[in-house]
């Protein structure tokens, strides 16, 4: 994408534990706000499908009364559908039932209408129909694996999906569990953890079971992926082959979010918190790193935030946009939500005193900006 | 014919067409899992929002019967006359 002209704006979707805030920009500098929408629910995820000529935002939606469901608006939160049959539960005979949807994950330009989800229990879904009915992945659910997969403290998930170009290869990462491997379009998986460690365990370096974070994919090396675990930072340049360490130059290697560029090769942002048992940035100094070279550098970037945050950014909390030069986005556990119009250098506040953010998402889309929709 | 009726809480109104009470002919005792399945029947995202898709009641839903939470007797399974009322309550949660 090129630079920003009249016919684009930007979105960002901010979920929290008490509901959604949707904001439109048309410089990333001044944001109209509307919420929240789903007032007393938590929005552990938020996939924004900018395919097909529309703009949808989809949200994974969990009350703590009355459960969870998935429900999408083409009109920026003026108007919101939940399918009457449900989107996304599990079929007869598995005896399992949705308890959060984790990751909304829109596929390739090249394949509209595709869109997955990761939840808990442990599971990925697949819709092909732009997200109204998701389909459980058998292969995954019926994994000899799966009764010894665990439960991470935010609950047993899986959280992060990743889709080459093609298509035939997909990576899911679970907590705990570890990186799961398709070539098959999501047929059949295998472990794919070489390398990483589970300190936590009786064996460290398992085939499985590993406590990753969040994983995603470099936007132009095919094969390379980058992984923030529960403590240690890797990539694969083998397609998850093998996983090395990238932990050095980064004040501490724990943190839960991983973020790669819409298109360029290398560069990756993280943001470290002190430790598994100091969940809090190193020193109290917030600050997100970014490496242009794959992990062998990393660049500390705090301009803009605050001197003292004591609060943890969660995995799904941080999202990066399609735009030149990429917007950098992502929100706190203590309500705060920061922005970045230039790739991390420098970020502003765009909102404060919200609820623990659970999941932020920005996207670029058609159209001149508009005021987000009116609250739910 | 008798009739069972299911009083809903204000939150879950809107997905009933408004409505604040749901009733359905009965002529004898009927599980309350089948008077879910009764009240609920072209309402089915109100029925998600009290059960799962094992059937399970969702965890913060209380329903009574006679006053009594369902839990306290024998669940899903438990038996309401015809005449009964039903009540369903959210449970003090959250914060």
Not at chain 1, 219 to 242: F, I, M, P, S, W
Not at chain 1, 289 to 298: C, F, L, M, V
């Amino acid at each position: 994408m090129g630079s920003m002209n009249a016919a684009e704006s930007f979105v960002l979707a901010i979920g929290t534990k008490k509901g959604l805030w949707l904001a439109t920009s048309q410089d990333r500098k001044q944001w109209s706000f509307s919420g929240p929408h789903f007032l007393m629910s938590e929005i552990p995820s938020i996939g924004i499908d900018t395919r097909d000529g529309r703009t949808r935002i989809m949200v994974g939606v969990r009350s703590e009364h009355w459960g969870p469901h998935v429900a999408h608006s083409d009109d920026l939160g003026a108007s919101w559908t939940e399918p009457e049959q449900g989107a996304i539960k599990f079929p007869e005979g598995t005896d399992a039932a949705v308890e959060r949807i984790w990751q909304i994950y829109p596929d390739a330009e090249s394949r509209p209408g595709v869109v997955w989800a990761g939840a808990e229990p442990i599971s990925v879904w697949k819709s092909t129909d732009g997200g109204e009915h998701f389909e459980l992945n058998r292969g995954l659910w019926d994994h000899p694996h799966r009764s010894e997969w665990g439960a991470g403290y935010g609950g047993a998930a899986a959280h992060s999906i990743v889709v080459n170009p093609s298509g035939d290869n997909v990576h899911v990462a679970m907590s705990t569990g570890g990186v799961y491997r398709s070539l098959d379009g999501g047929t059949s998986w295998e472990p794919r953890n070489k390398g990483i460690s589970a300190y936590f365990m009786p064996d460290p370096n398992p085939e499985f079971g590993q406590c990753v974070h969040k994983i995603a994919a470099d936007a132009a090396v095919d094969g390379r992926l980058y992984a923030q675990n529960h403590h240690g930072v890797y990539r694969t340049d083998d397609n998850a082959e093998n996983w090395e360490s990238i932990a050095e130059g980064l004040p501490a290697d724990f943190g839960f979010v991983m973020l790669t560029h819409p298109r360029r090769a290398g560069t990756a942002w993280v943001v470290p918190l002190k430790a598994d048992g100091e969940r809090i940035p190193p020193d109290g100094k917030l600050a997100v790193h970014r490496t242009d070279d794959a992990g062998t550098t990393w660049k500390r970037l705090d301009s803009g935030l605050p001197q003292s945050e004591f609060n943890a950014v969660l995995r799904d909390a941080a999202s990066v946009d399609s735009a030149e030069p990429a917007g950098v986005y992502f929100g706190t556990r203590g309500g705060t939500v920061y922005a970045s119009a230039d790739e991390g250098e420098t970020f502003a506040e765009v909102a404060s005193h919200l609820p623990d953010v659970l999941c932020v998402r920005a996207a670029v889309v058609a159209g001149a900006p508009v005021t987000a929709g009116t609250p739910a | 014919m008798a009739e069972i009726s299911v009083v809903l809480p204000g939150v879950l109104q809107p997905l009933a067409g408004g409505q604040s009470i749901l009733t359905t002919p009965a002529d004898g005792a009927v599980t309350v899992g089948s008077l879910l399945d009764s009240v609920t029947g072209t309402y089915p995202v109100l029925a998600r929002r009290l059960r799962d898709e094992t059937g399970a009641l969702r965890r913060y839903v209380n329903i009574y019967v006679n006053g009594e939470e369902v839990r306290r007797l024998r669940g899903l399974e438990t038996e309401v006359s015809a005449g009964q009322e039903v009540l369903i309550i959210q449970s003090v949660a959250g914060g």
